[in-house]
């Protein structure tokens, strides 16, 4: 579903700056896998994820996505192939627009935009449905700014439109990370429900690694813009985080920082 | 008093065709969340090109068809330097702006002062019947308006609302930000023009400088009709509506105090510290309200 090959990235080239963010990275994403990415500061997840959403071109190698490639293709061409959830619940959906008008925007995805009424009635009960299934009070409130609601609704609602149409690879990127304690395992057990449910071929970055062991059917660890440990299926469900960092010190010859990773 | 009184339909009607002007500028500021300057440029085209256009024998609709479609022409080149070249808003707005100068000349045949005599052509509005010409301005506006309308209500129209609330947002969601960057500088412009070639058939000519600072006077109708009527007009086509009722009371109070013995030629300064004032209310109200809050002493551990 997903093919990474040999993808390079440096930031600020050629200055004193110069940051190798991606150096390498081969991946393979099979139809329907979940796989959770971890790794230190500065490791290259989020960067991987933008690199796939095309936010900004890679130096060398090639995306693949669903066998065409995109490595050339801007970041709104890409979005048909994608649902993305970002770490800032404000960054995923408009403020001054309305519920269903998010929704609407994100139920055009990757299609063209025309000069058609935005939307219509069999929508309007078709995102009610939708929203109802989120189980926040969202259905009846399809006329309100998202501005207004919380920064765990607002999250629950991108989740939501990232899901919509059954896009070929989801992106979650740390988004739970922002959200309180409680609000958080709500999401990601919406976003396990989702996965589930449409069959979706999925990659979330997290900073929790009991979360990156228990969701998902395979979990890749990153370091120095390179994946340094991959493990699924049998093999994955017994790792422990004792486990995780064992790994980490005997690949990367170093202690494993990430300073939210170890105040969890 | 009395005098005001009888300069008052005439402030009206000014008002209701900066309001058009105004609603251009609503385009930029409020939905692309961009301060575009070139409406400076675009305002003297549109009054540029109708006068010629009449005074060649045009019919007057189709000459201020032919304006807006200059406007856009205008608005175009702004997006074109703003996504294509990479140039800040602001400065690809100003370069717009200042390169029209010159078209805006070559358009008059390098005159900068074309009259257009109401009595030698048939136009819409004119300072000879100020009740037609509101009434004529005003359904220019409620139909600018009501196309805005169903415009924004549109899938299209939707994604430049997103463009302008949210560009992450809007990428990940397939959409070109940069189209519709543009196509929302095309349709302000392309506004501004044709309320400029309104005001010069209002005024019976155009002027190289007529538009010189209309970006002030746009932003000030648009402040002014938010600040008043922003707690009751919440409907898109309602606040709108707001940027030409901001119009005529800017019009009105310039009126009185230019009864009260402003001087005329301090009239830019005057607007300019209208349009600051209005700026800084809300940001003030914000500083105040943070002052006023003093949180709960809590035990220092």
Redesign the interface.
């Known amino acids: 579903m997903l093919e990474l090959k040999n993808v390079h990235k440096t930031f600020n080239k050629g200055t004193v700056n110069e940051k190798k963010a991606l150096n390498g990275i081969n991946l393979t994403l099979e139809d329907g896998d979940f796989v959770t990415v971890i790794g230190g500061n500065g490791a290259g997840k989020s960067t991987m994820l933008n690199m796939i959403?095309g936010v900004f071109p890679i130096d060398d190698g090639n995306i693949l996505i669903d066998g065409v490639d995109v490595t050339k293709l801007?970041?709104?061409?890409r979005?048909?192939y994608?649902g993305?959830v970002?770490q800032d619940p404000?960054?995923?959906?408009?403020?001054?627009?309305w519920i269903e008008?998010?929704m609407?925007?994100?139920n055009?995805?990757?299609?063209s935009?025309?000069?058609?009424?935005?939307i219509n009635h069999k929508e309007r009960e078709y995102f009610k449905s939708l929203l109802s299934e989120l189980d926040l009070g969202l259905e009846n409130r399809l006329s309100t700014k998202v501005g207004m609601l919380s920064g765990g609704q607002r999250q629950a609602l991108t989740l939501l439109?990232a899901v919509m149409n059954k896009p070929k690879l989801l992106l979650l990127d740390e988004h739970t990370a922002a959200l309180d304690p409680k609000t958080a395992a709500r999401v990601l057990e919406l976003s396990d429900k989702f996965i589930a449910e449409e069959h979706l071929t999925a990659l979330m970055v997290t900073h929790n690694m009991k979360d990156a062991i228990t969701h998902g059917n395979r979990l890749i660890m990153m370091n120095n813009g390179k994946i340094i440990f991959d493990v699924k299926g049998e093999e994955k469900k017994k790792l422990t985080v004792e486990d995780l960092l064992a790994a980490f010190s005997k690949s990367s010859g170093s202690e494993f920082v990430n300073d939210r990773a170890l105040l969890n | 008093m009395l005098s005001f009184l009888n300069s008052l339909p005439g402030a009206v009607a000014q008002g209701v065709i900066w309001g058009i002007m105004a609603i251009g500028v609503y385009i930029t500021f409020r939905i692309l969340d961009l301060a575009d300057l070139t409406v400076d440029g675009s305002f003297g085209t549109g009054g540029a090109v109708l006068v010629v256009c009449t005074v060649n024998g045009l019919n007057i609709y189709l000459s201020l068809l032919i304006a807006f479609l200059a406007g856009c022409a205008a608005g175009f080149i702004t997006g074109i330097l703003h996504t294509k070249f990479g140039i800040p808003a602001i400065l690809a707005g100003i370069l717009t702006q200042l390169a029209l100068y010159s078209i805006n000349l070559r358009i008059m045949s390098g005159k900068a002062n074309q009259p257009l005599s109401v009595m030698k052509y048939n136009l819409l509005v004119s300072l000879r019947n100020i009740p037609k010409s509101i009434i004529i301005a005003c359904i220019f506006a409620a139909a600018i308006i009501g196309i805005l309308y169903w415009?924004f209500?549109?899938?299209?129209?939707?994604?430049i609302?997103?463009t302008g609330?949210?560009q992450?947002?809007?990428?990940?969601?397939?959409?070109?930000?940069n189209t519709n960057k543009v196509i929302g500088f095309i349709l302000s412009n392309g506004i501004v023009a044709l309320s400029g070639g309104l005001l010069a058939q209002y005024q019976g000519f155009s002027d190289v400088n007529m538009g010189k600072g209309a970006i002030v006077i746009g932003l000030a109708a648009v402040i002014i009709g938010e600040v008043v009527f922003g707690k009751i007009f919440k409907n898109f086509a309602l606040r709108l509506f707001g940027a030409i009722l901001g119009g005529i009371i800017y019009y009105i109070v310039l009126t009185f105090v230019l009864r009260l013995g402003l001087n005329a030629n301090d009239l830019k300064l005057f607007s300019a510290i209208v349009v600051a004032l209005f700026l800084g209310v809300p940001y003030w109200k914000n500083l105040i309200s943070q002052k006023r809050y003093k949180p709960t002493k809590t035990e220092v551990s």
């Open positions: 959403a801007p970041e709104h061409k979005a048909k994608l993305r970002f404000m960054l995923g959906t408009s403020a001054d627009m008008e998010n609407a925007l994100a055009r995805r990757g299609k935009r025309t000069l058609k009424w935005a439109m | 415009f209500g549109t899938e299209l129209g939707h994604s609302r997103a609330c949210n992450s947002m809007a990428r990940a969601n397939g959409i070109n930000t």
